[in-house]
């Protein structure tokens, strides 16, 4: 699916996201994983059931991050779109495009 990521004022990251089928799900993961602040957030989207061979599911993620936020992602096949981020921003995609 698409990544768009917009920086914003705020100090902390918002995230939506829309999948396209019941047969994909996204886990969170927040690192560190407790005390006060998180220096990382992971999303791993995955099929739920892989009994409809041959179907393609996707999920589209739209995320607000702070504007100074560094940024690592990695969207296999699908678009990365990074908006108004001053970070660091490292892209891995194989049959998608970056556009920034």
């Known amino acids: 699916g698409k990544v768009l990521v917009k920086g914003w004022s705020r100090l902390q990251v918002h995230v ?3 999948s396209s089928s019941p ?4 886990d969170t ?3 560190p994983t407790s005390g006060g602040a998180v220096d990382k957030v992971h999303f791993t989207t995955y099929v739920v059931n892989h009994s409809a ?6 999920v589209d993620y739209t995320l607000q991050v702070p504007t ?3 940024l690592e ?6 678009m990365v779109q990074v908006e108004s981020v ?6 891995d995609s194989l ?3 970056l556009r920034h």
């Open 16 to 18: 939506h996201y829309d």
């Open 23 to 26: 047969q994909v799900a996204v």
């Open 29 to 31: 993961e927040e690192i």
């Open 53 to 58: 061979a041959g179907q393609t599911y996707t």
């Open 68 to 70: 100074g936020s560094s």
């Open 73 to 78: 992602i990695r969207n296999p096949q699908g």
């Open 86 to 91: 001053q970070g660091d921003t490292s892209v």
């Open 95 to 97: 049959g998608g495009y």
